[in-house]
């Protein structure tokens, strides 16, 4: 919507709201022994629980309950002992039993917060409730037939929603508390956190006011956001067509819109008289959940260091930079792999270059994260220690660690199968250096007459010569002596 003036936009504040659905980590199923694995063959894990069979009572997972609670806690929720299942009914072909089992009036966890980072600047996104619920199935479209398929593998899978208050500003903020929510969910083992396959997804409220107005404008829904960069997109194309419909002297309808991808805009799907009337009431066939304290307590004592205490640690420990620590933190695996290095004996700066340049680097090229790398932390500390040695040099260890990255294979071995080992013997290195001055003699002229900045020059040409082996610590020394 590029002809919305970005003075107009200044004129108005958004205000929005995320309901965020995160699937659960668990092997089976909320209310069933049914497997939640992802990519089986269509309706190959359904029961007469998921598929909603008359007479098939439904028993609550206490994983998904464990897992909940964990998050809420680490959320700064309050976890309340008394809490209930209800009944939301509609219909829609993909939901097998007209209605599907949330928590409605008694959510399990309430009252809480997150902080994230934008620009510098900490800011608190509260947290309305955190519930369970179970997931629906899947429609398919495909084919030319005006028909779909519905795949009930994903009924009655494990959900958690997380409702924010409307206190994100911007499309910035509500893609990091996004991506803040991911991190922790991860960080906790309570979710993959992956968005392509539908187990992180949001719904966003947004609404524009005049930027001095306290009240609320009038709201819309965009549903199914599964990227980070769609909740970006979709708010940002969303807050400029409110702010037109206004600036024309226009009213927002309040609705449900989608996001078009393709075309970059969001499409209506539903107004307000069109919404759906859910009728919610205490579900019959489940009893009420009492969650004791102590249970909480034992809890909240296996809850894993977390990212922002963690970051802070780095930063205090180990003396990496804001940005550094960060990246390394992000994920809990990575933030692993580097502490076992260091552990094991790696400099903690060091290790981090290594891991920020040389790893991230091949991870990326290859859509890897550090769980499918191969790579293991004692084989980039044995590397080090080879530098240390001066059996290669910090130049040829590039070439080892690609190896070791892409082969499994120990450095020592890379080393000696591949002729790797540096040349620190005097009498060769002194040869290739007579054999450049040689080869350069006007560049030789140059230097002698004061351009001395051709020291990288000759330095570069000797370790040409020797294929990058000879030592450069040596080589430097050695030239002086020889172009003084």
């Given at each position: 919507m590029k002809d919305v003036d970005i003075i107009n936009?200044?004129?108005?504040?958004?205000?929005?709201?995320?309901?965020?659905?995160?699937?659960?980590?668990?092997?089976?199923?909320?209310?069933?022994?049914c497997s939640t694995k992802f990519g089986s063959e269509p309706d190959t894990q359904t029961c007469p629980v998921c598929i909603g069979m008359p007479g098939a009572l439904p028993v609550l997972n206490k994983k998904a309950l464990e897992f909940i609670i964990k998050t809420g806690l680490t959320m700064n929720c309050k976890i309340s002992p008394y809490s209930r299942f209800a009944r939301k009914n509609y219909f829609y072909p993909d939901l097998p039993k007209g209605y599907q089992i949330t928590q409605y009036e008694l959510p399990i966890c309430e009252?809480?917060?997150?902080?994230?980072?934008?620009?510098?600047?900490?800011?608190?996104?509260?947290i309305i409730r955190i519930h369970m619920e179970e997931d629906a199935g899947k429609t398919i479209h495909e084919g030319e037939g005006n028909y779909s398929l519905v795949d009930l593998n994903r009924a009655g899978v494990p959900l958690m929603e997380i409702v924010s208050e409307p206190d994100i500003r911007s499309p910035r903020e509500a893609m990091e508390y996004m991506k803040k929510l991911r991190t922790i969910l991860r960080y906790l083992g309570v979710c993959d956190g992956n968005m392509e396959q539908g187990s992180l997804r949001c719904d966003a409220n947004v609404s524009v006011r005049p930027a001095e107005q306290k009240e609320f404008g009038v709201k819309t829904e965009i549903k199914n956001l599964n990227s980070f960069k769609f909740v970006e997109k979709a708010l940002e194309y969303e807050i400029k067509r409110q702010v037109k419909i206004l600036e024309e002297g226009g009213k927002i309808k309040q609705e449900t819109r989608l996001w078009n991808s393709e075309r970059g805009i969001t499409e209506s799907m539903r107004t307000k008289e069109e919404a759906h009337d859910y009728r919610y009431f205490p579900e019959p066939d489940l009893v009420p959940i009492?969650?004791?304290?102590?249970?909480?307590?034992?809890?909240?004592?296996?809850?894993?260091?977390?990212?922002?205490?963690?970051?802070?640690?780095?930063?205090?420990?180990?003396?990496?930079?804001?940005?550094?620590?960060?990246?390394?933190?992000?994920?809990?695996?990575?933030?692993?792999w580097y502490e076992e290095a260091v552990r094991l004996g790696g400099q903690p700066k060091a290790v981090s270059n290594w891991i920020m340049v040389e790893l991230m680097r091949l991870l990326n090229e290859e859509n890897k994260s550090i769980e499918g790398c191969t790579l293991k932390p004692k084989q980039l500390v044995d590397m080090f220690k080879l530098i240390e040695k001066g059996t290669i040099s910090g130049k040829i260890a590039k070439t080892v660690f690609e190896e070791m990255y892409k082969t499994g294979k120990d450095a020592e071995d890379i080393v000696r199968d591949k002729g790797l080992e540096q040349i620190s013997d005097e009498a060769a290195i002194d040869?290739?250096?007579?054999?450049?001055?040689?080869?350069?003699?006007?560049?030789?002229?140059?230097?002698?007459?004061?351009?001395e900045?051709?020291?990288?020059?000759?330095?570069?040409?000797?370790?040409?010569?020797?294929k990058g082996k000879a030592n450069p610590k040596m080589v430097n020394e050695l030239l002086k002596k020889k172009l003084s």
């Open positions: 936009v200044l004129k108005y504040e958004a205000v929005i709201g995320l309901e965020v659905h995160a699937q659960m980590l668990t092997d089976t199923k909320i209310f069933c022994s009252h809480g917060y997150v902080e994230i980072a934008v620009d510098g600047e900490i800011k608190r996104i509260g009492i969650v004791d304290q102590k249970w909480i307590d034992e809890i909240q004592a296996s809850l894993p260091e977390l990212p922002d205490i963690k970051r802070k640690r780095f930063v205090s420990e180990y003396g990496l930079a804001e940005y550094d620590a960060d990246l390394l933190t992000s994920e809990r695996p990575l933030a692993d040869k290739a250096i007579d054999d450049v001055i040689a080869m350069h003699p006007k560049e030789v002229e140059r230097f002698r007459a004061g351009e900045k051709l020291i990288g020059f000759f330095v570069g040409q000797v370790m040409k010569l020797t």
